[in-house]
């Protein structure tokens, strides 16, 4: 029993798992969110673009309110696209990762849709214009869609999730004494 010689044998040091490159990985972006979160991703960058893209503008604070929507949008999903995919994910807790997404989507897809109708409204009708119009139309959508099917599969799992029997029933075992009374 000199110098824990007893020990040595069963305890061996804890593995440590194995790093993914980068801390990088698609596994909580399962089924439908990963493509979600490309587009949204995706349509806003191009919005971006099509707005930078713009010369001349005649009434700009619909140019200037479109370019800070859709620059914020577009850097926003980035973002949570990269909590998704890092290590942060489990981190932050897949509760609050939740919670932000399902905040902050609703909210970024109606100021995204708010800017692009002011956009439509102001703008001179060049096809740069309209264009971004158009992108930040469809990101919108992006956005609102991701929500709307979120409230579906949540609504999906509490009625799949429920059983025929409510648990606090008195016919329920689990609420019977384990010794009867006679």
């Known amino acids: 029993m000199e110098n824990g010689a007893v020990y040595n044998e069963t305890t061996e040091p804890q593995a440590k798992p194995p790093r993914r490159p980068f801390g ?4 909580h972006l399962r089924g439908w969110r990963l493509p979600a979160k490309t587009l949204q991703a995706i349509l806003s960058l191009l919005a971006v673009i099509c707005e930078e893209i713009v010369e001349d503008c005649i009434k700009c604070a619909g140019l200037y309110l479109f370019e800070f929507t859709s620059c914020s ?33 609703p909210v970024i897809g109606v100021c995204f849709l708010l800017a692009s109708i002011v956009l439509a409204a102001t703008s001179t009708g060049s096809a740069v214009e309209k264009a971004a119009c158009v992108f930040g139309f469809l990101a919108s959508g992006a956005f609102l869609a991701e929500i709307i099917i979120e409230r579906f599969h949540s609504q999906k799992q509490n009625v799949d999730g429920c059983s025929e029997t409510p648990g606090n029933t008195q016919s329920a075992t689990e609420n019977q004494p384990l010794n009867k009374q006679s």
């Open 73 to 105: 949008a577009f850097l926003l999903s980035l973002l949570i696209l990269c909590v998704y995919c890092t290590d942060v994910y489990e981190t932050f807790g897949e509760d609050k990762v939740q919670r932000v997404n399902f905040w902050a989507m």
């Open 24 to 27: 990088c990985t698609l596994r």
